[in-house]
């Protein structure tokens, strides 16, 4: 679709406010000096080719969130500062939290507490480099005492999710949790639908519990979640493959830079 499409479309008489990738879109093109008009056309060309343009669209994500005032959890005295996503903007591979706990918080990064290092264990076993990924969460500030984000919080926070989906466009999303669930599946039981695939529109997720509920357990009970959350990101890569072949040299640990 054409920019211009894409703007006309927009514009209606109750409504001037263009989408945020629509934006980034339009000051890409004015900094690097596109002539291309397809939008799509342009998000194939940063994913595929151009670095530079990638870095400018992470920052601009990154900055876009920083102003982000849409809900009271910034203001939250448990909150120090926004979390945002982190990794490749081009991975075919995206894995969603629910949000930010006490260690993202301090640091600005997602997934660094215990379940983190975790995670990064199952990816590390997976031969996948984190680095090469995107990791993000749903909501973008820590809630007071970790507790789960409201609806209201993940409605008011979703446009700063939709923004990062929207440029990555990622074949495969990882939906750690029955926050990131239910946010493409409203009303799922994690326990129901975990392993099952759901699809989103482009997007095939896969539900997994979140490595902090893994973290919990104990005895046979843990065994029998371990086992069934490496089911799932084997089944997840195996998906990966299946529909982009070759992609998955490109996130692995063995990739050269």
């Not at 990154?62 to 809900?71: A, F, G, K, P, Q």
């Not at 990131?180 to 129901?192: D, E, Q, V």
């Not at 104990?218 to 997840?236: E, M, Y």
Request: glycine content about 6%; charged content about 25%; proline content about 6%.
């Amino acid at each position: 679709m054409a920019l211009e499409d894409d703007i006309q479309q927009t514009f209606t008489a109750v409504e001037i406010e263009l989408p945020e990738t629509i934006k980034l879109l339009l000051e890409l093109k004015d900094k690097f000096n596109i002539k291309e008009f397809n939008a799509d056309t342009i998000l194939k060309s940063v994913r595929d080719e151009d670095a530079q343009k990638r870095i400018f669209l992470y920052n601009r994500i990154r900055e876009l969130l920083n102003t982000c005032r849409s809900c009271p959890l910034c203001l939250s005295d448990w909150h120090t500062q926004k979390v945002p996503g982190e990794g490749q903007l081009n991975s075919p591979l995206v894995l969603i939290g629910e949000g930010p706990g006490l260690d993202e918080d301090k640091l600005g990064r997602p997934f660094v507490g215990r379940a983190g290092q975790l995670l990064t264990t199952i990816l590390e076993k997976l031969n996948i480099n984190r680095e090469k990924i995107y990791i993000t969460n749903v909501i973008k500030c820590r809630p007071p005492q970790n507790r789960t984000p409201t609806q209201k919080e993940i409605k008011a926070c979703s446009h700063n999710l939709e923004l990062e989906l929207s440029i990555i466009s990622p074949k495969v999303i990882i939906a750690l949790g029955a926050v990131p669930l239910n946010y493409f599946k409203p009303g799922s039981s994690i326990m129901r639908e975990r392993g099952n695939w759901i699809v989103h529109g482009d997007f095939w997720i896969m539900p997994t519990f979140h490595p902090a509920y893994v973290l919990r357990q104990h005895g046979k009970t843990l065994t029998k979640v371990k086992w069934a959350v490496w089911q799932d990101f084997n089944n997840a890569i195996k998906k990966l493959t299946e529909l982009s072949p070759g992609t998955l040299s490109k996130i692995s640990l063995d990739t050269k830079e």
